[in-house]
């Protein structure tokens, strides 16, 4: 398995960055090789994407939500990976965006990428555009300020409906871009195999 960590200040307020990861259909605006990003439910997505020619579709699971904290999700099909992505808020209204992903390169490019530190790159580059993003913008596009704790949703908050972006990006070839590893609580997980990945030929209730 391959864990990429990488962290980005962004000269807005927590809540306006936090905001804006929950909006996960915006993804393809700031993540390179991220066609599209359907969200099916307040849980559940599907992403489409091309890195290098290479096109693949799969779904996302968000295992754990907690408003202006994190963000933490699994694929439960396709390329595996998984990865959360963290809030703190700094002096003077801005904020460090923390991104842990895990995945498994399965090609033999996609080994070589991993081992060269190209996946690395990746999460820095759409970090990076991630800022220019926001920054630009100065507010989010949307909020959804709900509770999801082990793939279920407590809270859906009060500002209720997303106001729909996509969240989440899991790269194009396995290749992961700006987002985050599953949760390391087990009990906070769907039913999984021994790595902590969702195994989607196990019957599970997300």
Do not use: C
């Not at 905001?19 to 390179?32: A, S, Y």
């Not at 907690?66 to 703190?88: H, I, K, M, Q």
């Amino acid at each position: 398995m391959a864990t990429v960590n990488k962290s980005i200040e962004v000269d807005v307020p927590v809540s306006v960055a936090y905001n804006q990861w929950t909006q996960f259909e915006t993804f393809p605006e700031f993540m390179n090789g991220v066609e599209s990003v359907e969200q099916i439910d307040e849980t559940a997505l599907h992403f489409s994407t091309n890195v290098g020619g290479v096109k693949r579709e799969y779904n996302a699971q968000i295992v754990e939500q907690v408003p202006d904290s994190l963000v933490s999700w699994a694929s439960v099909d396709g390329p595996r990976n998984g990865g959360t992505v963290s809030f703190e808020p700094l002096d003077g209204g801005r904020t460090r965006v923390n991104v842990e992903i895990i995945w498994e390169p399965e090609t033999l490019t996609e080994k070589a990428g991993s081992a060269l530190g190209v996946d690395g790159m990746r999460v820095g580059a759409d970090l990076d555009k991630f800022k220019k993003f926001i920054e630009v913008q100065g507010r989010e596009t949307g909020a959804w300020r709900g509770t999801v704790s082990g793939g279920d949703v407590e809270d859906t908050g009060v500002e209720g409906n997303h106001v729909q972006g996509v969240d989440g990006d899991f790269g194009p070839s396995g290749v992961p871009t700006a987002i985050g590893m599953p949760s390391t609580d087990p009990d906070l997980a769907a039913p999984a195999a021994e790595d902590g990945f969702v195994d989607p030929a196990r019957p599970h209730d997300l």
